[in-house]
Structure formats: C-alpha cells, structure tokens
C-alpha cells in the first residue's frame, strides 16, 4: 500500500512542478515547427514562454526542473481560429444567450481540436445587441478553462444585401460616415473588435476602413458585391483580409475577378500582403477551388471554421443569429433554403482536408491555422510561432495530424483519451557553490 501511495504522490508532485510557471521545461524526443521547417529539436519553455536554452546554459548555468519525453510526436504551433459564431449549443449572437457561460463552454470544448485561441463571432445583429454584448466579450488570457479570446470578430452589419447569405436583412446598415457610425451602431465598446468583414462598396467604406485599421483593427472584405477596383481601393486605405473566399461574393470573372482577384492583384502595396479566410470542410468550397486558391497565393491563405452553434452536436434544429439553422448531413443551411450558414467543421478537420486537397506540405498546412492568422491579427510576435519570446502555446500532433493533446502557456490543457501518458521526469539540480 505505501508504495502505491508513494506512486500517487509522485505523480502529483510531477503535476505541480508541469504547472509551476517559474520552472524551466524541457519538451525533448520530439520534432517542433519553427521558421517554416520541421526540425528535430527540444523545446524549452518557462512562465509560460518559449525561450532560447543557450543562455539559459551559458548565462545562467541552468538547465530544465522538468523533462518531458514527448514520444517522437509533432509539436505544432496552437491553432487560432479567426472566425467562429459559436459550438456546443452556444450561438454567440443569440441575445437571449448567457454570453460569459457561453464564451467559456465554447473555449473548452476546442481545445480538444487543437485550437488555443480565437475571435468570438457575431453576425448581423440590432445596435442595441452590439452595444450590450461588446461589453461583455473581452480579450482573456488562455488556460485550463479555455482558449485565448483575441478578441471579437463583427462580420457585419455593413454588408451587401445582394450578398447577405446567413445574414438578416433588416439589420443590415450603411455608413453614414466614419467615427460616428462606427460608435453608433457598436457602441462605446467597440474597440473590443479585432476584426471587422464589411463590403468595400458601401459609401464612405474608405474613411471607415482607414478609420479602423488606425485603430489597430484588421477590416476584412466580404459579404460584398465589390469589384476588383474596389477591394484594391479598400486595401491602400487599410484593408488587410477576405472573408470566406469565394462564399457571398461575386464569382470571378475574367473581366473582373471581384475581389478574388485580389490575390493576384498588382495594385496591392509592396509591404502588404492579403490575408483571406477559407472554409476547408470539403463543402463551402470544392477542392479544385481550395487548390487554385493555395496555388494563387500560398502564404495569404487562413483556415476557418466559420462554424455555429451545432458544431459537436447531432443533426437537428439550431440558430445562427435571427435564423433557424438544418443541420443535415454535415451541412447547416437557412431553414427552408439552399443558403449555406456556416459550418459544423473542427479546425483539426480543416488541417486534414486542406492537406488532402491541396497536396500542400504538412508546414504549410499547419502554418495556414496558426502563423498566417496570427500575422492577419497582427499577434505573430507573440501567437501562431513556436519561436523564442512567444506565447507558449502549442499542439502535439500525431503523424497524420491528429490532435493528441493542447497546451497553453506551457500546460497540459487537453488530452485525447487515446494518447499514452507522457514520461515525464523531475530534474534533480545539484546545490551549487556560491
């Protein structure tokens, strides 16, 4: 008996010493993602960062508290999903939801597909709903209870009606102006936004994209009838994405491309680059246009899920907003239409599928989830790398992209059932002499 107990003691003693910030740990048998190769090398984290062990060695004279065989697992940069309406039963623009339950639910149960952080939602919804709800969802640091909240994503309400999809029409708006407009219809909180989709054609899109992006915010194109002139427009006044290429816009046209032919436009400024979501669930966007996408423009292309509230759950009944969503057969439409409205894909999904599709390299599968949407945020100093002085958070992948567990800030937030445990290994430091 004593020795079970001693066995039970020391694995809470390996527990404290993973969750001990201040400790340095050693992730080694292991290959990392890092500067767009695969190596085989350590990684090596402390208060939840990555670090450089060189001057940990040489400086300090230290070396790891905790050592953990990883098993020859991949070790992939955490997942970050820029455009996600809700799952598990929570519709993040329902106004009868209890947003801050909601928030946390939907934060936990991603972990589970790698994804460590993420921009809440909201489609077109009443001013009164955007001023009471933007107060409401602030940025979180990520943890055991969930992933990072980088921020809100508000896709709408200045969209085209021609090319609302999912959308209501009664609260769709047009721009008045710049400042004014924004504060009136989003209220004081706006600034809690880190992304906007609105269409580049709407009057005075041009003051208000400028007037966004000043403020840090990435504007991203869609739900829009806009030409290729007006998308270019809309990029040398700020504007840095698409949203849901090929979904709720013009379809290219060889005399205009729309806003597609952003990608291989020659108007866009030489310090820029377009970043545009893409919905890889083998539905919203067939593989032979996945391909010309990734093959136009590699190093633009963001995965997202774009997925609402029945993401996890069963077919059945569901709402997205206003609207009452079928979900069928892995698809969710607009009861009583044909209208796409969102997905129920998992963005472990999307990794597999892009991959399959594309015949891309696992890198650039693995870059498009994590250090393409990190740099459309505007967060690649910290998110989407596994380079030194970033966040420490990450995924351990099996060798066909399978998620075998999550971490964030260092720690062990999720595990799959089917992963064996990991070895992991208390260093014993010897005293040093003063």
Excluded at 71 to 80: E, Q, R, V
Aim: aromatic share 8%.
């Amino acid at each position: 008996m004593q020795h079970v107990v001693d066995s039970v003691n020391k694995t809470h003693i390996k527990q404290l010493k993973m969750n001990n910030l201040n400790n340095v740990i050693q992730f080694h048998n292991c290959s990392i993602l890092r500067d767009g190769q695969i190596f085989r090398e350590d990684l090596w984290t402390r208060n939840g960062v990555i670090i450089n062990p060189e001057p940990l060695f040489f400086d300090e004279k230290n070396y790891a508290d905790v050592r953990v065989d990883c098993k020859g697992i991949l070790i992939s940069p955490g997942f970050i999903d820029i455009q996600l309406n809700g799952g598990f039963g929570i519709d993040f623009s329902d106004p009868k939801e209890d947003i801050a339950k909601g928030l946390k639910k939907v934060a936990k149960g991603i972990l589970r597909n790698g994804t460590t952080s993420f921009c809440p939602t909201l489609v077109t919804s009443p001013a009164e709903f955007y001023h009471k709800i933007l107060k409401e969802i602030k940025r979180t640091a990520g943890s055991n209870e969930g992933a990072e909240i980088l921020g809100v994503h508000l896709e709408g309400p200045f969209i085209s009606i021609d090319k609302k999809g999912a959308h209501d029409f009664n609260h769709i708006k047009k721009f008045t102006n710049a400042e004014k407009t924004i504060e009136d219809v989003y209220g004081p909180a706006w600034r809690n936004m880190s992304m906007i989709t609105l269409a580049p054609e709407l009057q005075f899109s041009s003051e208000v994209i400028k007037h966004l992006s000043d403020n840090g915010i990435t504007v991203s194109l869609g739900h829009s009838m806009g030409s290729l002139l007006q998308g270019e427009k809309a990029v040398c006044c700020g504007a840095s994405c698409i949203t849901h290429l090929f979904n709720a816009m013009l379809p290219f046209h060889h005399r205009d491309p729309g806003l597609i032919g952003l990608l291989a436009s020659s108007n866009i400024p030489c310090d820029r680059t377009i970043y545009y979501g893409i919905i890889a669930d083998g539905i919203h966007t067939d593989p032979a246009a996945l391909r010309i996408a990734y093959r136009t423009h590699p190093k633009g292309l963001v995965l997202v899920t774009d997925a609402m509230s029945a993401l996890g759950l069963d077919p059945g009944v569901y709402s997205l907003g206003s609207q009452n969503v079928d979900v069928t057969d892995h698809c969710a439409y607009v009861a009583g239409t044909n209208t796409l409205c969102g997905s129920i894909v998992t963005m472990d999904k999307c990794v597999r599928h892009f991959k399959e599709a594309t015949g891309c390299s696992t890198v650039e599968a693995l870059e498009a989830a994590s250090l393409h949407p990190a740099k459309a945020l505007g967060i690649d100093n910290k998110k989407g790398t596994l380079n030194f002085g970033s966040d420490a958070d990450f995924v351990f992948l099996d060798e066909s992209l399978n998620v075998l567990s999550s971490w964030i800030s260092s720690k062990c937030v999720y595990r799959n059932p089917i992963e064996n445990e990991l070895d992991i290994q208390l260093v014993d430091k010897p005293h040093r002499k003063l």
